[in-house]
């Protein structure tokens, strides 16, 4: 069975220092990945994804970056934290030939102190 | 992607049916109804989805009007562990490789009450 598997849990970094969120799945190939950040509320903001190694699409402007280095890697990263980087961030893959469902990872919450 | 209006929260006793509503005017022909559910602090699990005929599943029922311009969840027994919040999603495809442009919005906080 697929697994997806984003690590750490929680993190607490102070502003100014660089981020490093990893996500991997498992039992499946060329998986499409996505990562989503939940910050005020509820609703869920689209920041990357990814249909193959090395393609990246990025859709909104911000502070963090992505990459996708092996087939079910991928990693979200920052240079320097901003208070505003603080939020719940979830990764999700999908099947490239199942186009209606995904499966989420439990997220990191990161706090940008 | 057509937009899609929830009521903020709801309440529901243990052992009954919760049914919740979503409305989407704008609705497209070939634009599904996806549900999803966000349990706090965990990642959104995927629920139901639908394009003109009622489904079920081992989760959920999904009512959809003939009209296509609302739909109603069922969870036909609902537990404690039904507490989560439920988003009602509007769009051609969830996924696709375009991206998965999924946008959640506010979706409905259920509260499932002993």
């Known amino acids: 069975s697929q697994t997806i598997h984003q690590w750490p849990a929680t993190l607490v970094q102070p502003v100014g220092s660089p981020l490093s969120l990893e996500c991997t799945v498992e039992?499946?190939?060329?998986?499409?990945l996505y990562w989503y950040r939940q910050a005020a509320g509820r609703g869920l903001q689209l920041l990357f994804y990814?249909?193959?190694?090395?393609?990246i699409s990025s859709e909104v402007p911000q502070n963090l970056s992505a990459s996708r280095p092996q087939d079910r890697q991928f990693i979200l990263s920052s240079k320097k934290l901003l208070l505003s980087d603080s939020g719940f961030y979830l990764c999700?893959?999908?099947?490239?030939?199942?186009?209606?469902?995904?499966?989420f990872g439990q997220g990191t919450r990161l706090t940008v102190v | 992607d057509a937009k899609t209006t929830q009521p903020p929260s709801m309440d529901c006793a243990e052992g009954r049916a919760a049914n919740l509503p979503c409305n989407h005017s704008?609705?497209?022909?070939?634009?599904?109804v996806y549900w999803y559910r966000q349990i706090h602090s965990q990642g959104p699990q995927y629920i139901i989805h639908g394009l003109k005929n009622n489904e079920t599943n081992e989760m959920a029922s999904l009512i959809i009007t003939e009209d296509r311009k609302s739909s109603t969840l069922i969870l036909p027994h609902a537990t404690l562990r039904d507490t989560a919040v439920y988003y009602c999603?509007?769009?051609?495809?969830?996924?696709?490789?375009?991206?998965?442009?999924?946008?959640f919005g506010q979706g409905t906080e259920l509260s499932v009450k002993p």
């Open positions: 704008t609705i497209s022909g070939n634009e599904y």
């Open positions: 039992g499946t190939s060329n998986p499409n």
């Open positions: 999700a893959w999908s099947d490239y030939l199942n186009t209606h469902e995904a499966f």
């Open positions: 990814s249909v193959g190694i090395g393609q």
């Open positions: 999603i509007v769009r051609v495809r969830l996924w696709d490789n375009q991206g998965g442009k999924l946008i």
